[in-house]
C-alpha cells in the first residue's frame, strides 16, 4: 500500500513539468484557438468583447473554400509523388549492402541539416525567369520564354516534394528493414510476376511504414506556409497563407482563429484514420 | 534473381535532385555576378560585405541564446517527461501524457505559431525574445522526450535496484548509474532540439514582436526584400559550420564506439 502510494507520488513529480508545461502552452492555447474564433475583432486588431458567428459565416466565402481545396489538392498530389519516389529509395537502400546502405541515408539526410529557408530560396533561385532551369527548358524546347517556372502551384508541389520526401524515405526504410525478403522470392517461386509480388506482397509489407510516411508528408502539408509564400505566388496559396495574411496583414485574429480552427480539425482527420487503420494490425508504430 | 534496376536509378535520381539547390547556392555565393544569372567570376565580396551587415550578426546572437537556452530548460522537462513515459508506461496519466507530448510533434508548424500568439494575446504578454523563448521550448520538449524514450527502451531498471540493494543512495545511483546509461540519449536530444530551435522560423515569426529578430527571421526578410547574393554567402558559411559540426560529432560518436 505504502509504496504504491509513493509510487504514486513519484510519477506525479516526474510528470508535472512537461505535464504543466505542454498544458499550459500546447493544450490550452489550441483549445483557445476555437474560443476566439467565436469572438468578434476589435478595431485595434485585439480581441473583442462577446460572441458572434460572424468569421465562421466568411469562412463560406468562395475565395477561401477555393484555397482550402486548393490546399487539398496540393498536399495529396505532394503526398503520391513523395511515396512513388520513396518506396524504390526505400527498397533499394535495404537490398544494398551496409557500407552503402550507411552512406546513402547520410547522403539523404545531410542536406536537411541546412536552414529550412536557405532550401526554399535555393529553389527560387533555380526557378527564376532568368535561372538555370529555364535556360535548360528552353533551350530543349520544352519551354517557351514566357513560360514561368515560379509563382503556381507546381512550384508548391515540386519544393514541398523536396522538403518532405526524406520524411516518407526513412519510415519507408525502417519497415522495409524488417520486411522478410524470402517472401518476395516465395512468391516468385509460386509464379507471380515481379511486379504481382512487388505490389501484393511487399506493399502490404510495409503498410505500416507507408501510413507514417503519409502522415509525414500530408499533415505537414496541409499546414504549409513559407513554402507558397515564397514560390508560390496568388495563385499558389494555401490555407496556411491565409492564417498569416489575417495576421500580419490586417491583424484580425478572430477570423485567423476560425481559419485556424478548421486547419486544426482537417489534421486531426487523416491522423485519426491512420491511428484507427492502424490499431487493427498490431501496436502502431507512431503512437 | 535478376533484380531491377529502377530502385537505383530513382536513387541517384532522388539525391540529384537533393544536391542540385544547394550545390548551385554555394557556387552563386562565390559569383561576382549581383543577380547570379550568369558566371562572371570567383569573387568574395559577398562575403565581405556580410562583414558589414549588423543586424545579421545581432540576429545570430539571438539566436543562439534562444537556442541554448530553451535547450538547456527543454533537456530538463524532457528527460523527466521520458522517464515518467517509460517508468510508468501502464498507467492511465501516461497514456494522457504520451498524447501531450506526441501531438506537438504531428501538428503543423502553423498552428502552434498561432495558438501561442492567441494566448501571449490573451493573456496581454509582449511579443519578443521571451515568448519566443516560451515557443522554443514548448516544441523541444517532445522532440528531446521521444529522443530520450527511444534510448530508455533498452535500458533495463533492475540496474537501478541493483545498485540500491548495493547501498548507493538515490543522489549516487542517479550520478553513478542512471546518467550515464542514459546520456546517449539525452545527449542526442540536446542536439536535436539546438538545431530545431536554431533553425525554426514558423513558429518564430508568429510570437515574434517588431524588434525581436532571429536569424531565420532576418533571412526571411533578405529573401523577401534584400539581395539574392548576400544569402547566398550567408547560406554557405551556414552550410559549412553545420558540417563541421556534424563531422566532428560523427567523429566524437565512432571514437567512442
Known amino acids: ?287 | 534473381m535478376k533484380r531491377s534496376r529502377l530502385p537505383l536509378l530513382v536513387t541517384i535520381a532522388v539525391l540529384f535532385f537533393f544536391y542540385l539547390p544547394i550545390i548551385i547556392l554555394v557556387v552563386n555565393s562565390f559569383n561576382a555576378s549581383r543577380f547570379g544569372t550568369g558566371w562572371q567570376g570567383f569573387s568574395m565580396r559577398w562575403y565581405a560585405r556580410l562583414l558589414h551587415e549588423p543586424e545579421i550578426w545581432r540576429a545570430a546572437r539571438n539566436s543562439l541564446v534562444i537556442a541554448l537556452g530553451a535547450t538547456a530548460l527543454s533537456v530538463v522537462f524532457g528527460t523527466a517527461a521520458a522517464f515518467a513515459l517509460h517508468r510508468f508506461a501502464r498507467s492511465r496519466l501516461q497514456r494522457f501524457h504520451y498524447g501531450l507530448v506526441y501531438m506537438p510533434l504531428v501538428v503543423p508548424e502553423i498552428l502552434m505559431g498561432i495558438s501561442l500568439l492567441m494566448a501571449f494575446a490573451a493573456a496581454g504578454v509582449r511579443l519578443g525574445l521571451g515568448t519566443i523563448f516560451l515557443a522554443h521550448v514548448t516544441f523541444c520538449v517532445s522532440f528531446v522526450a521521444m529522443t530520450v524514450l527511444a534510448r530508455l527502451q533498452d535500458f533495463d531498471f533492475a540496474v537501478i535496484e541493483a545498485a540500491q540493494d548495493l547501498g548507493a543512495g538515490w543522489g549516487t545511483t542517479l550520478r553513478k548509474v542512471l546518467l550515464p546509461l542514459i546520456a546517449p540519449g539525452i545527449l542526442a536530444g540536446a542536439l536535436l532540439a539546438f538545431t530545431l530551435s536554431i533553425d525554426d522560423f514558423v513558429i518564430t515569426f508568429f510570437v515574434a514582436g517588431p524588434g525581436s529578430t532571429t536569424l531565420p527571421i532576418r533571412i526571411y526578410s533578405m529573401i523577401k526584400y534584400g539581395s539574392p547574393p548576400l544569402i547566398n554567402a550567408l547560406s554557405t558559411i551556414l552550410l559549412t559550420v553545420t558540417f563541421t559540426a556534424v563531422a566532428i560529432s560523427q567523429r566524437i560518436s565512432r571514437s567512442k564506439g
Open chain 1, 1 to 287: 500500500m505504502k509504496t504504491g502510494a509513493r509510487k504514486k507520488l513519484q510519477e506525479a513529480l516526474v510528470s508535472s513539468p512537461s505535464l504543466l508545461w505542454l498544458g499550459l502552452f500546447f493544450l490550452f492555447p489550441t483549445l483557445l484557438v476555437f474560443v476566439l474564433a467565436l469572438r468578434p475583432a476589435n478595431p485595434y486588431g485585439g480581441i473583442g468583447q462577446g460572441w458572434t458567428l460572424e468569421n465562421l459565416r466568411r469562412l463560406a466565402d468562395p475565395s477561401y473554400l477555393e484555397v482550402a481545396w486548393r490546399t487539398l489538392e496540393i498536399s495529396l498530389v505532394t503526398t503520391i509523388i513523395c511515396l512513388l519516389l520513396a518506396v524504390p529509395v526505400g527498397y533499394y537502400l535495404v537490398r544494398v549492402s551496409l557500407k552503402w546502405r550507411n552512406l546513402f541515408l547520410m547522403l539523404i539526410i545531410i542536406p536537411f541539416w541546412t536552414n529550412f529557408l536557405v532550401r526554399v530560396f535555393a529553389w527560387k533561385v533555380l526557378l527564376h525567369p532568368e535561372g538555370p532551369i529555364k535556360h535548360v527548358l528552353v533551350f530543349l524546347g520544352l519551354a517557351g520564354p514566357q513560360t514561368s517556372l515560379l509563382y503556381n502551384a507546381g512550384a508548391v508541389v515540386l519544393v514541398s516534394v523536396y522538403t518532405f520526401l526524406p520524411f516518407t524515405i526513412l519510415p519507408i526504410f525502417a519497415a522495409a528493414d524488417k520486411f522478410d525478403f524470402q517472401l518476395l522470392e516465395a512468391a516468385r517461386d509460386l509464379g507471380a510476376r515481379r511486379s504481382q509480388a512487388f505490389r501484393r506482397i511487399f506493399l502490404p509489407g510495409i503498410r505500416r511504414g507507408l501510413f507514417t510516411a503519409v502522415l509525414f508528408v500530408f499533415i505537414p502539408a496541409l499546414g504549409s506556409y513559407v513554402i507558397p509564400d515564397i514560390v508560390g505566388g496568388p495563385s499558389g496559396e494555401l490555407i496556411g497563407n491565409k492564417i498569416a495574411q489575417r495576421v500580419f496583414v490586417d491583424r484580425n485574429l478572430p477570423l485567423a482563429s476560425a481559419i485556424s480552427a478548421v486547419l486544426i480539425l482537417s489534421v486531426l482527420a487523416p491522423l485519426a484514420a491512420v491511428l484507427f487503420l492502424q490499431r487493427k494490425d498490431e501496436r502502431p508504430e507512431i503512437l
